[in-house]
Nanobody
């Protein structure tokens, strides 16, 4: 099974920037949908952004125009560039493989994979 390792979390001031990385133990070239999630203290895990193997992206409204998801298949790594950070962005950030293949997505769109790594802490504080 593919293992994912998140990194890049830190403590920053409001308005600051960070780039998170998600390194996979195997090739991500053919993985259909990868995603970033986050979980704040006392809250449920929420979807932040997704990216397909073709580079199509989606974002939660709360991060649209501030965050950018990308993937480098040659490096087996996905990224989350976060700009104009707010205190409400404070959370543990996780990456995941939502759907390994397009057929998996078509057959079971609401059943997502469970490949979460250990997460990386992002704290936005003045």
């Amino acid at each position: 099974q593919v293992r994912l390792v998140e990194s890049g979390g830190a403590e920053v001031h409001p308005g600051g920037s960070l780039t998170l990385s998600c390194e996979a133990s195997e090739s991500i070239f053919s993985i259909y949908i990868m995603a970033w999630y986050r979980q704040a203290p006392g809250a449920r895990r929420e979807l932040v952004a997704t990216i397909t193997d073709g580079g199509l992206t989606t974002y939660a409204d709360s991060v649209k125009d501030r965050f950018t998801i990308s993937r480098d298949n040659d490096k087996n790594t996905m990224y989350l560039q976060m700009n104009h950070l707010k205190t409400e962005d404070t959370a543990v950030y996780y990456c995941n493989i939502d759907h390994l293949s397009y057929s998996d997505y078509v057959l079971r769109p609401n059943i997502k994979g469970n490949y979460y790594g250990q997460g990386t802490q992002v704290t936005v504080s003045s």
